[in-house]
């Protein structure tokens, strides 16, 4: 069983630059894909980015560009850098992990609790 505890979401001016963190911890646990989602009020929850443990990357097209997904392998930490923020990318914003497996597809076996995003225009 692992946990994911994701933090560095708040409020930030259009423009503004913001950078959320994720840890993941447990026994016996092998941490391959780590990602990041997001849920905006009303809509269905959709994959922002994902990176494997060797390093391989994929964005959501809204994103690309603008936000980069990193990860320190050690210390099974993952991080989201968001640059050029906009509105619309105001979401609760979630970190999701899979144990014992590299593929870019999901599904995630554990999920954070979310942090909040908001974008001021």
């Known amino acids: 069983q692992a946990q994911v505890v994701e933090s560095g979401g708040g409020l930030v001016e259009a423009g503004g630059t913001l950078t959320l963190s994720c840890a993941a911890s447990?026994?016996?646990?092998?941490?391959?894909?780590m990602a990041w989602h997001r849920q905006a009020p009303g809509k269905q929850r959709e994959l922002v980015a994902a990176?494997?443990?060797?390093?391989?990357?994929h964005y959501a097209d809204s994103v690309k560009g603008r936000f980069t997904i990193s990860r320190h392998n050690a210390a099974n930490t993952v991080y989201l850098q968001m640059n050029s923020l906009k509105s619309e990318d105001t979401a609760v914003y979630y970190c999701?992990?899979?144990?014992?497996?590299?593929?870019?597809?999901?599904?995630?076996?554990?999920w954070g609790q979310g942090t909040q995003v908001s974008v001021s225009s």
């Open positions: 999701a992990v899979k144990d014992w497996s590299d593929s870019l597809p999901g599904p995630y076996d554990y």
């Open positions: 447990g026994r016996h646990i092998n941490i391959g894909v």
């Open positions: 990176i494997t443990s060797v390093g391989s990357t």
